[in-house]
């Protein structure tokens, strides 16, 4: 019996209507969101070069960080040359369509 009433307590949150307001008044846009990727990018690379030069000068005490590191730099500036490619293509396709 406690279980169901502890059910109907979320039922108001669960039937909330969604937020019909404007898209300016968005908390985060996509100018935001790309801005974070980028940074989080940044640090991926950063972190890696890190990695690499601890292991040169010795100070690294696992060969397998090291190569994490390295990968997910290069897995994240994959991912973001991508994410490019595609704006850009759809960036493309709208010039071309005919008004």
Do not use: C, W
Request: glycine share 6%.
């Amino acid at each position: 019996m406690n279980t169901i009433n502890n059910i109907n307590s979320l039922l108001p949150q669960i039937t909330k209507p969604a937020d019909t307001g404007a898209v300016g008044q968005a908390s985060t846009g996509f100018g935001d969101m790309l801005k974070t990727m980028i940074d989080k990018v940044n640090d991926t690379q950063a972190a890696g070069d890190q990695a690499t030069r601890n292991l040169q000068s010795g100070d690294a005490k696992h060969l397998h960080e090291v190569m994490i590191a390295v990968e997910e730099s290069d897995v994240s500036l994959r991912m973001l040359v991508q994410m490019r490619n595609k704006a850009l293509t759809a960036y493309e396709e709208i010039m071309r369509m005919q008004i």
